[in-house]
């Protein structure tokens, strides 16, 4: 069974610092890494995602995360936030053994201060 | 829209009735999912279908609830007898085909019983 791990429940950060959520899954098999995104009252959106090839994935706002197989991670950076950033944060783990179900860390609430 | 189209957005039941939550996916996704996210936690896999066809139910309660695909029309979460742990917000998620195509979300149903 695949597990996740979001280390930090809330974190804060003042509007133009660098941020980096933690990730750390679990799985005896190799695995699809996702960030999600959520926004108050909405569903999660697809921030980014690792299905093979570079380690290091971008998205289009600015974020990135790197698959770190040897710490079992992938962790979220962002080298500058915006208060627009301000959202609840989800990791969640595939794996490619025909389990179709995403499991999901218990997010991280990131909230950009002025 | 052609995204996931959930209804309704808030669902107000008492203790005893039954919950119906439709998810029509986005067109040309036949794969569906349905989570949980109770608060201030992450969400939690509940059933995956194919048309007519229950492919995962692991994460479903033993009683009082049930899903369905059918051929024609949305997808159905139904709860019957709701108690008051069921207050959650439920999401549901659609992808074209396996493991390595990303789930996307609708905005989900807010369930409150009182």
């Known amino acids: 069974a695949q597990s996740v791990t979001q280390l930090d429940s809330q974190v804060p950060v003042f509007e133009e610092a660098p941020v980096e959520l933690r990730c750390n899954y679990s799985?005896?098999?190799?695995?699809?890494l996702f960030w999600y995104v959520q926004y108050p009252n909405q569903g999660l959106q697809l921030l980014l995602k690792?299905?093979?090839?570079?380690?290091l994935v971008k998205s289009i706002n600015g974020f990135e995360a790197e698959f770190n197989k040897s710490q079992t991670s992938f962790h979220l950076r962002k080298p500058s936030v915006h208060i627009s950033d301000t959202a609840e944060y989800f990791c969640?783990?595939?794996?490619?053994?025909?389990?179709?179900?995403?499991?999901f860390g218990q997010g991280t609430r990131l909230t950009i201060n002025p | 829209n052609a995204g996931v189209m959930q209804n309704p957005r808030h669902l107000v039941r008492r203790r005893g009735q039954e919950a119906r939550l439709r998810c029509s996916p986005m067109?040309?996704?036949?794969?569906v999912y349905w989570y949980r996210q109770l608060p201030e936690e992450g969400l939690k896999f509940m059933v995956y279908?194919?048309?007519?066809?229950?492919?995962?139910e692991s994460g479903m309660p033993k009683e009082r609830f049930s899903a369905e695909f059918p051929k024609e029309g949305p997808s159905i979460l139904r709860i019957q007898q709701v108690v008051r742990g069921d207050s959650a917000a439920y999401f549901c998620?659609?992808?074209?085909?396996?493991?390595?195509?990303?789930?996307?979300f609708g905005d989900g149903t807010r369930l409150s019983i009182l």
């Open positions: 998620a659609s992808s074209p085909t396996g493991a390595t195509q990303p789930q996307h």
């Open positions: 799985s005896s098999v190799s695995v699809y």
């Open positions: 690792y299905l093979s090839g570079s380690t």
């Open positions: 969640a783990v595939n794996t490619n053994q025909g389990a179709q179900k995403l499991v």
């Open positions: 067109k040309g996704h036949s794969h």
């Open positions: 279908l194919q048309k007519e066809n229950i492919i995962d």
